[in-house]
């Protein structure tokens, strides 16, 4: 429901998705102050993988991975996963040392 609405309301615009879409072919493979991780749309099949196991982590790592550009300074985003993979596994740790000990 949510999809259809926001397609109602970009309906008027449609023609400027096919501009953004253009504009992201044009833009270089690499811009000269961001890592070199390969270009978006060789990234975005990858992102999208992460996203099938539904893992809070894996899903953190697909936002850092499809991001179009990565910088030096947006290396912070990996925290999120980071944390929440850490959180998950001491989660783990926790329910199986409660199920050893009864």
């Known amino acids: 429901m949510t999809l259809f609405v926001a397609f109602l309301?970009?309906?008027p615009w449609?023609?400027?998705w096919v501009d953004w879409i253009g504009f992201l072919f044009r833009q270089p493979m690499m811009i000269r102050i961001s890592l070199?991780?390969?270009?978006?749309?060789?990234r975005l099949p990858i992102a999208l993988g992460?996203?099938?196991p539904r893992r809070s982590y894996l899903s953190g790592l697909a936002?850092?991975?499809a991001m179009p550009s990565l910088y030096l300074s947006t290396l912070t985003i990996l925290i999120a996963p980071l944390f929440l993979f850490?959180?998950?596994r001491r989660g783990s740790v926790a329910v199986r040392?409660?199920?050893i000990s009864a």
């Open 9 to 11: 309301i970009t309906l």
């Open 50 to 52: 992460l996203l099938i």
């Open 97 to 99: 040392a409660a199920d």
């Open 36 to 42: 070199p991780i390969g270009p978006w749309w060789f």
């Open 63 to 65: 936002v850092v991975v």
């Open 14 to 16: 449609l023609g400027l």
């Open 86 to 88: 850490l959180q998950e």
